[in-house]
């Protein structure tokens, strides 16, 4: 994950990838350095809770099911007309190649609590496209930091789509530089 991560924040041409990463996925919402305040203050939030993850997935009512997933972009998904958390074997296999088994499973789990847990009475003050984006920034920042993870979760969903060959090295830098 090392020598992909430098790799991007070269040719990306950043000091921190990761803060890069977050900027862009924040890249609808018009006060973005307001936007991380806001998100990091409810990110500590849930750190501070100590959710365990499984319970808080039993006391909705949900499931956790590892499946393959109809669409090969979508590693794990919250759904909450079936009750079902959904994660993709694949994905968690990959997560394992690089993670340690558990590390790899509370990855999965911790994003897709965060949008279990979502509340629209977090980020109220923003329009719906900018809390959509943000709550998403929530679910990612949250897993990397309950995991103690170096890099931001899209590192590895880079690196699982580019093995996977989901698209290529040009198509990844095209995105990720905006052009």
Request: hydrophobic content about 40%; charged content about 25%; aromatic content about 12%.
């Amino acid at each position: 994950m090392n020598a992909l991560y430098l790799w991007l924040q070269e040719e990306v041409k950043c000091s921190d990838l990761n803060d890069f990463l977050y900027e862009k996925n924040l890249s609808n919402v018009k006060n973005k350095e307001q936007a991380m305040e806001d998100i990091n203050a409810l990110v500590e939030h849930l750190l501070e809770s100590k959710f365990n993850h499984e319970e808080v997935i039993n006391q909705k009512g949900f499931r956790i099911k590892v499946q393959s997933l109809m669409n090969p972009h979508t590693h794990a998904m919250f759904n909450p007309n079936t009750k079902e958390i959904l994660i993709s074997p694949n994905w968690l296999q990959y997560l394992e190649s690089k993670l340690d088994e558990n590390t790899a499973y509370e990855f999965c789990l911790s994003h897709e609590v965060c949008h279990l847990l979502e509340n629209d009475a977090w980020f109220v003050s923003y329009r719906r496209r900018e809390r959509r984006a943000m709550l998403e920034v929530v679910a990612l920042m949250y897993s990397q930091r309950i995991t103690n993870l170096n890099y931001h979760p899209s590192i590895f969903e880079f690196g699982y789509g580019l093995k996977h060959k989901l698209y290529t090295e040009e198509d990844l830098l095209i995105y990720l530089k905006g052009a």
